[in-house]
């Protein structure tokens, strides 16, 4: 019998094995990228670094011996030092989160009238522990996880001598500090820049925004718990956004994250950046006894001055320059007489110009807004000591009255504020370029 070729046949199996194949190329490509992309993914995951986490804190003893004791995830290399005047205990370790209840560290116990905790620099947190004595650090260490138990950081305070305590600080200078660990031998590590937007070319109105307070310096602290650090940065955040919309300023912002930025570094990023306007953001508050007698709120501004417009901005001069202070850093040394006669000398025309955006910023606010105070008020405020940069600081309302507290956390007072702000800038540069043309 003759073999007879079916062409339909052929055709038919000959579709058949090659549809199979591209089925079986396509399945085995899928499964080897997925199989690829989850190993990476596996990779990825088994080599992500965890945050250490803080869970808990807790201070034993009495006005003579305390013990701070603080859970921790895992195991830290920590540094402690101490300063006077006032007295404090800093704890320096890498970056932690810190998952305390709202209100830890505020209420006194033994030695302790307070401790705060927060981002200090980036990759690196701070508690700086307020001591109503002098006092040595005679045990700094961290023990690590043990089974079910985590790790722990504990610190033994001792009350002692202003002699001693001094000449502890001698040593502590020599020996930089009590650390967990033994010293290693590294490079330096190069220092964070704040990113710059200068541009030569670019001829706009550079704009520096500075969010006040932040990391371990909390700032004011509202009626319902509101910060003023969160709030203030949240404000910033928004103005930031609504000055790059209208494309007529470039705008830089001295922290963009919860982190503490020294006073004096605030005003050298302002000079760096060669800004044309400096604007320092902050929320006032008040004693509770103060409180209950009347009910501050609203909106000031505030320009530099040696003497103080009135005792109130005297007062909020004090504790705004006491930031450093509270992030446990050490006060510079006064400079020397000839540099501070040559920097007022500077600041004298600087101040017209921060004078001039003050009253415009006044104007602009004025049923807009609800204001503290009707006038321009100054003080000695460090952050605004820029010889050559006309700088202001904004309060924005007081977190102490329950209705300014409830404004600046709504982004429909913010957006409004911020509108605000915008109309006294735009003001601000016009007049500018009408006195001095060229």
């Known amino acids: 019998m003759k073999y007879r070729h079916n062409s339909s046949l052929y055709g038919f199996f000959s579709f058949f094995f090659f549809r199979s194949s591209i089925f079986f190329l396509i399945t085995f490509i899928l499964m080897s990228t997925t199989t ?3 190993a990476k993914s596996t ?23 305390m013990t701070f004791a ?4 895992k195991k830290v290399a920590i540094k402690v030092f101490t300063l006077a005047k006032p007295y404090r205990v800093i704890i320096d370790l890498p970056e932690v989160k810190f998952h305390f209840p709202s209100g830890y560290g505020r209420k006194a116990k033994g030695l302790v009238s307070a401790y705060r905790y927060g981002l200090f620099a980036p990759g690196k947190s701070r508690i700086v522990i307020d001591v109503k004595h002098p ?3 005679t045990k700094a260490q961290v023990i690590d996880v043990s089974g079910d138990k985590p790790a722990r950081m504990e610190i033994i305070l001792v009350k002692t001598t202003k002699e001693k305590f001094t000449l502890n600080q ?3 200078n020599l020996g930089k500090g009590m650390s967990s660990q033994k010293p290693e031998t590294k490079k330096p590590a190069s220092k964070t820049k704040t990113k710059d937007a200068t541009s030569k070319e670019d001829p706009r109105p550079m704009i520096v925004i500075d969010p006040g307070h932040g990391g371990v310096d909390p700032g004011a602290i509202g009626s319902k718990g509101t910060l003023e650090k969160k709030v203030v940065l949240m404000f910033s955040r928004r103005l930031r956004k609504q000055l790059l919309a209208t494309g007529l300023y470039r705008v830089t912002m001295t922290r963009d994250i919860d982190t503490y930025i020294p006073l004096h570094d605030r005003v050298k990023i302002g000079r760096r950046n060669k800004a044309s306007l400096f604007i320092s953001i902050h929320a006032d508050s008040i004693s509770k006894k103060r409180r209950r007698r009347n009910s501050v709120r609203g909106s000031s501004i505030y320009i530099l001055s040696n003497k103080a417009s009135d005792a109130e901005a005297k007062a909020l001069a004090a504790l705004e320059n006491r930031s450093d202070i509270i992030a446990g850093i050490e006060l510079p040394e006064s400079q020397n007489p000839v540099t501070n006669i040559l920097i007022d000398l500077a600041q004298r025309e600087t101040n017209k110009l921060s004078y001039m955006f003050a009253k415009l910023q006044l104007k602009q606010m004025r049923g807009a ?8 008020r100054s003080a000695g405020f460090r952050v605004l000591k820029a010889p050559d940069t006309p700088s202001v600081l904004l309060e924005l309302g007081y977190l102490s009255s329950i209705h300014d507290e409830k404004n600046l956390k709504s982004p429909k007072w913010q957006k409004k504020m911020g509108k605000v702000l915008l109309k006294s800038i735009e003001a601000y540069f016009t007049q500018q370029v009408a006195v001095d043309p060229y």
């Open 36 to 38: 690829s992309a989850w």
């Open 43 to 65: 990779v990825a995951k088994s080599t992500v670094v965890k945050t250490t986490v803080a869970n808990s804190a807790r201070l034993g003893g009495d006005a003579k011996r």
């Open 70 to 73: 603080v859970n921790l995830s």
């Open 135 to 137: 006092v040595l650090v």
């Open 170 to 172: 001698a040593k502590q």
């Open 369 to 376: 807004v609800k204001l503290h105070g009707y006038r321009t």
